[in-house]
């Protein structure tokens, strides 16, 4: 089982918001690390063939997904940013009605919807509508249809936006419970949803991986960017218009900085391990993003 693209490009007139692109999946958890508008939302369209690239094949086990057709889309599950619903339905209601629209036979259905209700943890609530699920609720049913068909690939964007801690945390382990022998595809802008899950990272930027591997590789390879420094207030001040600051700790009188730059930024500064927080805020300081933001999406 692999999914692959070979030089996959889609181009808006003269954008180009995904360039070029190599990508080969084998069953895992993959994390899409990026911030707003770096092509992660298109990227996941084209794999789930929504949108047609403008150049480029994408193939599942050497065959091309949109000749695939009805083929393709029966082994895909897809959760996108904006999940639409219908209030006035129940969750059971919900999934049933979305299993007949993947050609499910009733009984498997019926079947089906509560294995994943239960799963999901919201086998109590199968009978309320989900108008008045909060949105951590909304959320986990959206991943229980996109786990209708028991896909071999599941795509999630932006799985955890808008979700607090505790509910991000549960998200989390419910994508990995998933994710035995199946190819699984998460985007997101937070940092930890693809710290701790992924077996491989990549970090997307204008279109393009800049960085490629798991956590390990990708930290080794951006080793001794990382520094921390105690300094007065007043030089704090001064640092923080100069570098990317990552945190600022005061300690009596003085401040300690930790700062993620390629060069020392003062004589005392010492370096220190890099984190995948780190590393992100070394290429996305700059775009307004946070790494722990709420409801942003790309």
């Known amino acids: 089982m692999e999914l692959q693209l070979d030089q996959v490009t889609k181009q808006y007139g003269e954008k180009l918001a995904v360039d070029r692109l190599d990508m080969s999946l084998e069953p895992g958890v993959y994390g899409l690390l990026g911030a ?3 092509g992660k939302t298109t990227l996941m369209r084209l794999i789930c063939d929504i949108l047609n690239p403008t150049s480029g094949v994408i193939s599942y086990c050497h065959q091309d997904i949109h000749q695939m057709g009805e083929q393709y889309r029966n082994i895909l599950g897809y959760l996108p940013q904006k999940f639409g619903y219908y209030p006035e339905f129940t969750a059971l209601r919900f999934l049933l009605y979305m299993s007949a629209l993947k050609g499910l036979d009733r009984t498997a259905a019926a079947e089906r919807s509560i294995e994943l209700l239960k799963l999901t943890g919201l086998l109590q609530e199968k009978d309320k509508k989900i108008k008045t699920f909060s949105g951590g609720m909304q959320r986990r049913l959206g991943i229980a249809q996109a786990m209708l068909n028991d896909p071999y690939i599941l795509v999630l964007d932006e799985p955890t936006s808008g979700l607090d801690p505790k509910e991000r945390v549960r998200f989390r382990n419910l994508i990995s419970s998933f994710s035995k022998d199946k190819i699984v595809l998460l985007s997101t802008h937070i940092v930890a949803d693809v710290e701790y899950i992924a077996d491989k990272i990549f970090i997307m930027k204008e279109g393009r991986f800049i960085k490629t591997g798991t956590l390990e590789e990708i930290i080794s390879e951006t080793e001794g960017i990382v520094w921390e420094c105690e300094v007065s207030p007043v030089m704090a001040a001064s640092m923080e218009e100069k570098y990317t600051i990552v945190n600022v700790k005061r300690k009596g009188d003085k ?20 984190t995948l927080e780190d590393i992100y805020l070394h290429y996305f300081s700059r775009e307004g993003e946070e790494p722990y933001g709420t409801a942003v999406s790309f």
């Open 36 to 38: 707003n508008g770096a």
């Open 255 to 274: 401040t300690i900085l930790r700062i993620v730059s390629e060069e020392r930024p003062s004589k005392d500064a010492v370096k220190t391990e890099a």
